[in-house]
């Protein structure tokens, strides 16, 4: 939530819920009285990422504070301001059918297809360190419940993917075995706790410092190095933010989507911001998002972000009917030459090679989810959205009619979302939101609570359907139960339901959204958006500069499409040089954020490629005790940082809500200082 509302950006911190409760359960094996295994942490992991991204499947990053950013142009009654009682009703509504959508396109993605699902298969081998157990599984039937005279082996072949990996800086598989001994030894074991621990303290004791010395959280290092003679950072918004959580965010997005970013950033506010405001387009202040130069350079970024995703979503439904081509080509091949062995009275040997080229790696059938449980779950959870709506919303003119083609909507585009991340480790959810928006705009013309609803409904069933997905991903590679991750994703969405909806509350009720600390920027996306669609005009000069960037991100993004999907279809890996050109979303974001919060994470960027090229070079040398570690331990690192600010802005949001006044606003300056906000 915290993040979120400053910058529109949550993980699903998969990885790092896994490796936090490893390290909570370590600390209480002695008081365990069942192990905890990958299994258990592959459950946990599951609730985890379930309960952390509902504020941005159920829209509190976006949609809840662009109902409450209307005016009587919008809405004739005004601004939307849900009750407590209205919001966990509108969460009820969307926080189970996605998670029903993902479990039948689990056999399709996962076992027929094998999408290499990065993140997922990332944290899969997160956990397999973590418990010094191998991706390939086989398991005795003991483990299902099976008599030992009767046990039988599963054997997941799955292949080793082809993006970076947890173990990227060995050679081969004698030097990774080392590198999860090396982690696992319990001097190494402290260390990386140790780190952890020590991350966490330094990212926390900023965070509530930045509150009591407000100056710190906005250093104006373009003032100082243009000698004080030109406020860089109180008129063009460009100060620095040394927030680690921020650096730790910029380690686990990686050196390209960074760069990307600060691509964007330097593009928009360091070109065009400037632009808009000395040719006088815009009447109001940079900072402003609604007459400044902030609102006019956030429709650069809507139409760099509607293009990518148009065209992302295109080549995931090109991919989709080739590879279900190909799996119809193979299954009819299969059937042909078992015909043609049972004609010819082969063997049994044949038939058993045969069924062994074809096996299905999928889990036992009483680990799978039931069908009539899924349908049944789908059905019901619909009809609980299409109630729920009409509770919360039926005096805002939103049509029954128009929520079920939503929740349709929804579904038809989950596919495509969960597809598009398989491939790529990028869930287009944004993107599903606004195609969303163009639909509804003729749907319901006019409509602007509709038109924001029914993106919200849309967004949440890919966010959902994802996030379960790429945890089915890693509960495959480790032979996890299908079933549990599903009951998991179904507690995590229904406790955040509440945990989310008092968490926005407090921070509602503490500062004003958007304002100073918060500018939720994905709410302003939201909204001008649904404005667009439905009629307003755009500000003056902006068409040109649109539809140029839209082109050119448009046309990158079919280069790495296609390129892309080939490989898939290939089966090999990636063109080395596709990291290289940036990503439209990346870029977008680095222009609807802060200079800020770009700078910070592109510094993470570079800590995180000079730590892999620092890891290459020393990490066979025994006296490199870091080094020796891998890329785990910056993980770690960050993972720590992020916690850190993430746990203690609690503290910061009770000091603010019971009125705690800063020590001093030395080093705060007009047009940056949060003192006081």
Not at 240 to 260: C, E
Request: aromatic share 10%.
């Amino acid at each position: 939530m915290y993040f979120g509302l400053q910058t529109g950006w949550i993980s699903m911190m998969s990885l790092q819920s896994s490796l936090l409760g490893f390290a909570i359960f370590k600390a209480a094996k002695p008081y365990l009285k069942v192990p905890f295994g990958p299994a258990e942490n592959i459950v946990l992991q599951s609730i985890a990422v379930a309960t952390g991204t509902m504020p941005l499947a159920a829209g509190f990053v976006g949609i809840i504070p662009a109902l409450q950013m209307m005016t009587t142009k919008d809405n004739p009654s005004g601004p939307i301001h849900l009750t407590a009682t209205q919001m966990i009703l509108w969460c009820l509504a969307i926080a189970f059918f996605g998670v029903f959508i993902a479990v039948p396109l689990r056999t399709q993605v996962i076992i027929r297809e094998k999408l290499p699902f990065p993140s997922g298969t990332a944290t899969a081998q997160m956990i397999g360190v973590l418990h010094n157990t191998p991706l390939v599984v086989k398991e005795d039937g003991q483990r299902y419940g099976v008599d030992d005279e009767e046990s039988t082996l599963r054997q997941r072949r799955t292949p080793r993917p082809n993006n970076r990996n947890i173990s990227s800086n060995f050679d081969d598989d004698d030097d990774e075995s080392a590198a999860i001994h090396t982690f696992l030894q319990e001097d190494n074991w402290r260390i990386n706790m140790t780190a952890l621990g020590v991350a966490f303290t330094l990212s926390g004791l900023y965070t509530v410092l930045s509150y009591f010395l407000p100056g710190i959280a906005a250093i104006p290092v373009f003032d100082w190095l243009t000698g004080m003679t030109v406020t860089v950072g109180g008129t063009w918004q460009w100060f620095l933010t040394p927030s680690l959580s921020y650096v730790g965010q910029g380690i686990i997005m990686g050196f390209p989507t960074t760069a990307a970013m600060l691509l964007g950033c330097v593009v928009g506010w360091g070109i065009l911001s400037p632009l808009a405001t000395l040719n006088k387009w815009v009447p109001g202040p940079v900072s402003s998002a609604t007459d400044g130069a902030r609102g006019w350079i956030l429709w650069i970024s809507l139409g760099v972000m509607i293009a990518e995703s148009i065209v992302s979503l295109l080549g995931v439904v090109v991919l989709s009917m080739v590879a279900h081509y190909r799996y119809k080509a193979r299954s009819q091949r299969y059937a042909e030459q078992r015909a043609l062995l049972e004609h010819s009275g082969a063997s049994n040997e044949a038939f058993e090679q045969l069924d062994e080229d074809t096996v299905n790696d999928d889990a036992p059938i009483d680990q799978l989810v039931p069908l009539k449980v899924w349908v049944c779950g789908l059905i019901l959870s619909s009809f609980l959205c299409l109630f729920l709506i009409w509770v919360v919303f039926r005096d805002q003119h939103m049509p029954v009619y128009a929520t079920l083609l939503a929740l349709a909507l929804g579904c038809l585009l989950s596919v495509l979302g969960v597809r598009a991340l398989g491939s790529t480790d990028l869930n287009p959810v944004s993107g599903i939101g606004k195609v969303s928006q163009f639909v509804f705009a003729g749907v319901v013309p006019g409509g602007i609570v509709a038109n924001l609803i029914a993106g919200g409904i849309a967004e949440a069933g890919a966010q959902q359907a994802g996030d379960l997905m790429q945890d089915l991903k890693t509960g495959h590679l480790m032979g996890a139960s299908p079933k549990a991750q599903f009951w998991g994703q179904l507690i995590g969405s229904l406790a955040s339901v509440f945990i989310s909806t008092g968490v926005y509350k407090l921070y509602s009720a503490a500062y004003e959204l958007p304002g100073d600390v918060f500018q939720v920027p994905t709410a302003h996306v939201w909204l001008d958006l649904a404005r667009l669609v439905n009629g307003h005009s755009l500000p003056d000069y902006t068409v040109p500069f649109i539809l140029g960037f839209a082109a050119l991100f448009a046309g990158l993004t079919l280069l790495t499409t296609v390129y892309s999907d080939v490989a898939v279809l290939r089966g090999s890996s990636k063109p080395k040089w596709l990291k290289y050109v940036p990503s439209g979303i990346a870029f977008a974001i680095g222009i609807y954020n802060l200079p800020n919060f770009t700078l910070a994470r592109f510094a993470g960027g570079v800590v995180s490629v000079w730590w892999d090229k620092h890891c290459q070079k020393y990490g066979k040398d025994p006296s490199a005790k870091y080094a020796r570690l891998g890329r785990v331990f910056l993980i770690i690192i960050a993972s720590g940082f992020v916690l850190g600010e993430g746990t203690l802005s609690i503290v910061n949001l009770f000091l603010k809500t019971f009125g705690v006044s800063p020590w001093s606003c030395v080093g705060c300056y007009a047009g940056c200082c949060k003192c006081g906000a």
